[in-house]
């Protein structure tokens, strides 16, 4: 296990607080802002969630007291929305009113398709309260268009990814090609009607894309890239006078978050394998 998480710490801060708040502080230092996540999901019991919302009031007072520039995500399913949406909004809440506190944007991740309904619930419920809420809309669903024409139509911030998790063909595009042109397809909506919104990806088509589309359309958007990935992109859209933010997970739950890495790109697995032999 301490192997696999010497390996892991290339996507994953490390298992305590001070570890993702230093990332944080590196990444600013990079000109990139923090999007810090507390890593965990599918609780079905009320005790984690709520140690859960405790953990991320601790977290914004740490990131505003050692000045970090950025905000957190938060998985739904880690604060009960499988025991039910509108607990899990109830335990939302506190952590809205800190963001809101200091005027950092509050995201949600969006995890597998069933939770999709509740997450948007929950996030309209939230923007309700604060105009600075993000969501973020997985291109692999079918389902995308019409979420996004939603969350446009809200004002909510919009977070564009492939999406990670392994989904039925009723629902969700199997094939790359497919994905990616859905994911080509939602940028022209959102250059084309949002702002404020985040392109997430590494993939450098839907990156060279999204910067052909910011010449046509100068709104304010943001790249978002996962903290251990394309390091030296990230310093070039810095370069460029691109907002740029890093996600940056941590805690002791990294294994789930690690396979959704190795998954999607397997020759990762390769070089896990070969740093263990050379060790
Ligand atoms: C900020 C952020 C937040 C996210 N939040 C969510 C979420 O809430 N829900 C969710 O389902 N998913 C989320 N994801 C994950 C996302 O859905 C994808 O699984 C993940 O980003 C991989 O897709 P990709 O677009 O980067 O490109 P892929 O299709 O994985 O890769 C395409 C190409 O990108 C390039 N590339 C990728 N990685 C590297 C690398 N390490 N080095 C060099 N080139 C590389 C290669 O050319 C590769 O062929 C998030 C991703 C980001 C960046």
Redesign the pocket.
Known sequence: MTLLLRFAHQWVAGEAMEDAIQVAKDANARGIDA?VNHLGEHYRDKAPVEATTREYLRLLGAMSSEGIRGTV?L?PTQFGVLIDKAYALSQMIPVLDAAKAEGRVL?????NAHTTDDTIWIGEQLLKRYDRVGM?V???LKRTTGDIKRLIHESARI?L?????KETSEVAYAT?AE??RA?LMHLETLFGRARDF?V???????IRRALELANDHPTPFEF???Q???DP?KREMVEQGHHV???IPYGPNWLPYFS??LR??PR?IVTMVRSFVED
């Open positions: 999007l995500s998985k995201w949600l991740d969006m995890e973020c997985q291109a692999n977070r990814v492939k999406g990670a998790y790359r994905i990616d994911y985040a997430g990806s590494h993939d450098g088509r839907m978002a890239m996962l251990g990935v394309r992109l933010s890093e996600y959704r890495r999607e790109r990762n």
